[in-house]
Structures are given as structure tokens and as C-alpha cells.
């Protein structure tokens, strides 16, 4: 199992990305421990820093672990001529479950990544790996970078340390600063097939093969959505629900009780995820301040600050939680709107939701073309909004009457 196995469709990247870490490992290995990696990569296929784009789905975070996880390949089957990146070695096994000590994976599950958070990483960044090869840092959502963290991290990009590599991941060029794109090797990725998305589900997930099918074109393709789809009951009974609400928009008592429920399962969702974590974070964080954990007990002075920045990253966890699920309700309305217009079109293309053709072709035969675009129209614009923090009800609320009266 090579590192890039996980990698589905992305066979150029993957490519470019082995010819990289080959001249990565001659850099590392041919100049030997005592010469500078920085000054022979102007003219190599390797680079300081790296800019992975894709829509989402595409695997970009998956590629930009899978060559940290090759730069960081130790196996001797390089001597023999053999690509790093082989999977089994002690250097790609740590890097791809996230336990080796040159590679530092930044995700978030916060609204941004502030300046505090860039200024850490950047100063790791100025270490030398403790293996003696490259010092890697991979941030899958570089583009919740916000600008004074932008600026932060722009000062590294601009003056790399020696055998220190970058791996950003956003969804297009635009979510990043221009100056920081400039000084990256982009990398764009693209939605990868359906049939090849449940042929890892089935290869990798053990998930029936019909299952798999079903979840992989219920998703266009997008990798983790298509897992959670076909493992994850909740989230197979919160799409039904969303495919159901095309057909309850009929009057505004209808547009509005749909609203609401939408706003309501997203807030489902962040209680779920605030149950499942915030406990165990609160008791953790009481523990180490001096307090018995589970007793509710006095905290020692002056660690009330710790206390109340956790209940803050606790809310802010909680805002985004509910922002994803909605987003996701929103594109799985998107999907069902665009296979009405293929209906209506007499498109050829294959349909996302199968599962719910007769609501497709009653709401296809019932509306014009014309309409349906408004009505896609209308969910794109809600996204917009709530990216603009509109209060969420009043832009889903505005959503489906739009829908009504599209």
C-alpha cells in the first residue's frame, strides 16, 4: 500500500507530487546532514511551499498528508531506485496516523485561525526536523486564515527555513492571500469520479458495494461526505429530510415551518457534538487547573481565564458545527434542484438522487427552467449569507419563500 492509495482520481497529482519527493529525498540524502537543503530546490521539482486546491470532496488534505508522508518515507527501497512514499516504513506510517514528530497537521473546527495559532506554527517552523529530513506543516483549512494570520504566515512563506515545507489546503486560489499564493507551487485537484469513490468505500471501508454506489452519486464524488452517507444513519435520515422540503414550500406557513427545521437540526447537531465533547474538554482542562474532576469544585485563583477561553473555542465550535450542517442541507438542495433541471433539460447526465425520482419529475413537469435556475439561484445566494453572518433563520427563511416563489 503505497501512501497515495487514498488518493482517488487525482493520478496527475500524484504523479507530480512523486517526482517532488524523489527530489526531495536526493536533496536530503545526496547533499548529506551537514549541507542546506534550501539552495538546490530553486532548480528541483521540490518546493518550500504548496498550495492544494480542489472543490471539496476532492481530497485536497488527503494529498497534502500523503506527500508529507513521502518527504518524511524512509524506506530502502529508495536506494534501489524505488519512489518514497512506499506506506509501510516507520517515517510514512507516523506521518499518515499523525504521530511523527517532524509533521504537524493544522485543522480547525473554528469559524478562523487567528494570529495566536499562525504565530506558534510559524515559530516550529524555524526548528530543524528532529529526523534529520524535512519539517513539515500541513494546514487542510489555510483558507480560514484570517488576514492579520495571513500576514503572519506570509513572513515564513517569504523566508523559509531550511528543509522546512509548507502544505496549504483551500478550496480555490481566491481563499488565500495573493502574496502567499504567489510564493506557492499550486496544485489544483479536481471532483473525482463517482465509480472510483465507491470503489474505495468498498476497498477501504468494507461498505456494500450497491451502498456504496448509492453514496458516492448521492454525493457527487466527495470523498467524506460519501463515508458519512453510508455509514452514518443520522446523516442518511437528515438528507431525506432536506429532499423532502422542495415539496413543502407550497405556502409561506409551509416555507417557514421548513426554515425552522433546518435551523433546527443544525443546532441538533452542534448540542450532539458539544455532548460528546465539551464534557470531556471541561473535565480535562478542570483536572489540570487543580480541580477534582466531576466535583464541580473551586478552581485555584487566577484560572478562570483558562476556564472561560475553553467555554469561548466551545462556542465557536458550536457556531461553525451549525454553519457546516446547514451547508450541507443547502448543497444537498443545490443537487436536487440541478437533477430537476437535467429532467427538465432531457440531459443525458446521470442523477444525483435516484432514490427520490418522483419528487424530481413532480416538481420537473410542475416549473419551467427558467424557475429552477431562480430557485438554485436562491440556495447560492442563502450560502452567501450565512458566509456573510446573517443571522442564519432570517437567510433560511429567505431561502425557501424564494423557493415558493421562484
Known sequence: MAVWDDLVGQDRVAAQLTAAARDADALVTAAGEAASAEEPMASSKMTHAWLFTGPPGSGRATAARAFAAALQCVSPDRALGGAPGCGFCDGCHTALVGTHADVEVVRTDMLTIGVKETRELVRRAQLSPAGGRWQVIVMEDADRLTEGAGNVLLKAVEEPAPRTVWLLCTPSLEDVLPTIRSRCRLLTLRTPPVEAVADLLVRRDGIDPERAASAARATQGHIDRARRLATDDRARARRAAVLKLPLRVDDVGGCLKAAQELIDAAAEDAKQVAEEVDVKETEELRAALGAAAGTGGRLPRGTA???????????????????????????????????????????QVALANTDVRDALERIASGSKPERTLRRIEAITACRQALDSNVAPLLAVEAMTMALRAG
Open 305 to 347: 481565564g483558562a476556564m472561560k477561553d475553553l467555554q469561548d473555542r466551545q462556542k465557536r465550535r458550536a457556531t461553525r458545527t451549525q454553519r457546516d450542517t446547514l451547508d450541507l442541507a443547502l448543497t444537498d438542495l443545490i443537487a436536487f434542484y440541478r437533477d430537476v433541471l437535467a429532467l427538465q433539460l432531457g440531459s
